[in-house]
C-alpha cells in the first residue's frame, strides 16, 4: 500500500475552465497546471516508481484525477463508475491500461464510487459517502475485493480523501474538524491538519517519502517526527478544480 512500483497518470487538458468545482467555475491555468503535473510525475519517478502516462482526454478537464476511476487492492483493480456522469467514460481508457497490468473488475449493481472517497487501512476500507459516492458504490466495492467497508459521511467535502488520508496502516491526516472524532477510534491514530493547512490533509506517502503541499509546516513537521522525509509538491492549480495530490494518480505494486 505504501511502496507502490507503478503509478498511472494522465496528462490534464487544456480546457480546464470547464472542471466539476463546487464553486460551479474553475480559474485554472491550463499552462502552469501542466507544469506541476509534470513536477508530480516527476516526483514519483524520483520516489522510485514507474509511471504510466496517459494523454489528456480533450474536453474533458476532470480526466485528470484518473484515482476516481479505479481502486487497487491485492494484485486485482476494481473499475469505478464515477458519481459525476459526464466522468464516467474516462474510466474506459483507465481501463484499457490497467488490464494488461492487473486484474480488472467491472463495478456490478447500479452504485456509483469514486476513487477519491477510498481510504485504505490495511485490509478495512472507509469510504465516504459523499455526493460521487453513494451506498451501492460502497457495498459494490465490499463484495468486489471481500473486505470490511466503513462507510463514513464526508459532510460538504467533496470526498473523503480531500479531508483525510492515510500516511501507515495505522496512522491518518485528518482536517480538523472535518470528520467525527470518532471515525477512526481503536483504528487509527489521528494527526490533525489545522484549518489553515488544510490542502494538507491529503498527502501521497511513498516508502519513506510523503509527497505534500507546500507551505504547511505544522502538518510537515508532525510528518518529520515520524520518521518521513516531506517532499513538496505543489498542485494549487488541482486545487482550483477540488483535486489534490493523490487524485492524480492510481499506484500499486
Not at 459525476?84 to 463495478?107: F, H, I, W
Not at 500516511?167 to 491526516?173: G, H, R, S, T
Not at 494527526?191 to 517519502?209: D, Y
Request: proline share 5%.
Amino acid at each position: 500500500m505504501f511502496n507502490p512500483t507503478h503509478a498511472l497518470v494522465r496528462q490534464p487538458c487544456a480546457e480546464l475552465g470547464g472542471a466539476l468545482t463546487r464553486r460551479g467555475w474553475c480559474d485554472a491555468e491550463p499552462t502552469l497546471a501542466a507544469r506541476q503535473h509534470a513536477s508530480y510525475v516527476a516526483a514519483l519517478r524520483a520516489a522510485g516508481l514507474k509511471v504510466t502516462v496517459l494523454p489528456a482526454l480533450k474536453g474533458q478537464p476532470d480526466a485528470c484525477f484518473v484515482e476516481d476511476c479505479a481502486v487497487v487492492f491485492n494484485g486485482r483493480a476494481l473499475l469505478t463508475r464515477p458519481g459525476a456522469v459526464v466522468r464516467q467514460p474516462e474510466v474506459e481508457s483507465v481501463g484499457r491500461v490497467l488490464k494488461t497490468k492487473l486484474e480488472c473488475l467491472d463495478m456490478d449493481g447500479a452504485g456509483r464510487l469514486d476513487g477519491g472517497d477510498v481510504l485504505r487501512l490495511g485490509d478495512r476500507f472507509f469510504v465516504g459517502r459523499s455526493s460521487r459516492s453513494d451506498a451501492g458504490g460502497i457495498e459494490a466495492l465490499g463484495r468486489a475485493f471481500g473486505v470490511e467497508v466503513v462507510a463514513v459521511d464526508v459532510g460538504d467535502a467533496l470526498h473523503l480523501k480531500s479531508v483525510a488520508t492515510a500516511i501507515d496502516e495505522d496512522c491518518v491526516l485528518v482536517l480538523e474538524g472535518a470528520l467525527e472524532p470518532d471515525v477512526f477510534a481503536g483504528v487509527a491514530r489521528v494527526l490533525s491538519v489545522p484549518r489553515q493547512e488544510a490542502v494538507a490533509a491529503n498527502v501521497l506517502r511513498i516508502g519513506a517519502s510523503v509527497l505534500m503541499p507546500p507551505g504547511c509546516p505544522q502538518t510537515a513537521e508532525q510528518i518529520n517526527a515520524l520518521g518521513w522525509e516531506v517532499v513538496e509538491v505543489d498542485a494549487s492549480e488541482f486545487n482550483k478544480m477540488d483535486g489534490a495530490l493523490t487524485c492524480l494518480s492510481v499506484c500499486w505494486s
